[in-house]
């Protein structure tokens, strides 16, 4: 899922180099043309004044001149040549270049799409666990992920507990604790910046944690963040070949992560005002039903 190597190296540059390999051989075709041109005029006005045999100093040497001039020509040729495969490696790396722009067009496209119609959905819910599942859904969808999963912080305990996984049923993992500061996902919410895993990153060089990454997963984990205050963690891994997160996935991710820590603590707001006006309606029913008998 991300740029190959060949199109962030290729600078401004390399993007005009064929343009301008055109006009040099343009030039040198110009300048070679008009040389044998120039050439031929003189010698058939020489032999046509017969100049050319009183004060030529080396007569019988035109053949040997028009070998160096079709050897020239054939040099000159095979010069043409090796120009026009390197303009058309050229066009080819900058045709290269285009498509993958426009993938990468076309998904922060889609991503911007599923965004907003996850916040749509959002703003429209105040169920928390609605809400938990439409985060890691919405994950799934953008982000090509083999499993997403949400984790909110216990102030409490100071533990980060799974409110919701995609695509497993919650069942499986919904309630499980991790302390901030161990594994993955506890030195992300203790550090509070993003961590991408490649397939090819050594866990050794990341101090903190002590964990073992599987080889076959890309993955991606992100703080959440709401007024300087930690939310949550959102993991998102992948083991499908063909997908391999960025640092572009990575800040895209964290954008969402960040939007998302506004709703949950919007629905937790919510659940905690319905739950409050439950019990004051209760409460007067409560005393009634106590000083009734006396």
């Not at 709703?263 to 004051?280: C, D, G, N, P, V």
Request: proline content about 2%; overall charge negative; glycine content about 4%.
């Amino acid at each position: 899922m991300h740029f190959s190597e060949l199109g962030s190296a290729t600078n401004a540059k390399d993007c005009d180099s064929p343009e301008r390999s055109h006009w040099r051989i343009w030039c040198m075709l110009t300048i070679v043309s008009v040389s044998n041109v120039a050439v031929l005029i003189t010698a058939q006005m020489l032999l046509y004044s017969g100049l050319i045999t009183d004060w030529w100093p080396w007569q019988q040497t035109h053949v040997s001149l028009m070998a160096v001039l079709a050897v020239a020509n054939v040099g000159f040729i095979l010069y043409l040549t090796v120009q026009k495969k390197q303009i058309m490696h050229m066009q080819k790396q900058l045709k290269i270049i285009e498509a993958e722009k426009n993938e990468k067009i076309s998904r922060n496209a889609a991503r911007l799409y599923a965004l907003t119609s996850v916040s749509r959905k959002m703003c429209s819910e105040t169920e928390p666990k609605k809400i938990f599942k439409y985060i890691t859904d919405t994950c799934i969808e953008i982000f090509d992920c083999s499993r997403a999963s949400l984790m909110l912080l216990d102030a409490e305990t100071g533990e980060l507990v799974v409110r919701a996984v995609s695509p497993l049923g919650e069942d499986s993992f919904s309630g499980v604790r991790q302390k901030v500061g161990k594994g993955i996902a506890g030195h992300v919410a203790e550090t509070r910046e993003a961590l991408l895993l490649r397939r090819d990153t050594d866990m050794s060089r990341i101090t903190g944690i002590e964990a073992d990454l599987d080889n076959s997963v890309s993955a991606m984990i992100v703080p959440i963040i709401l007024r300087d205050e930690l939310v949550g963690v959102v993991n998102v891994s992948s083991r499908n070949d063909e997908v391999e997160y960025d640092d572009e996935d990575t800040s895209a991710l964290q954008v969402f992560a960040d939007n998302a820590g506004a709703f949950i603590r919007h629905s937790e707001q919510a659940e905690w005002m319905r739950k409050t006006i439950e019990r004051l309606r209760k409460s007067p029913r409560e005393k009634t039903s106590v000083s009734a008998p006396s």
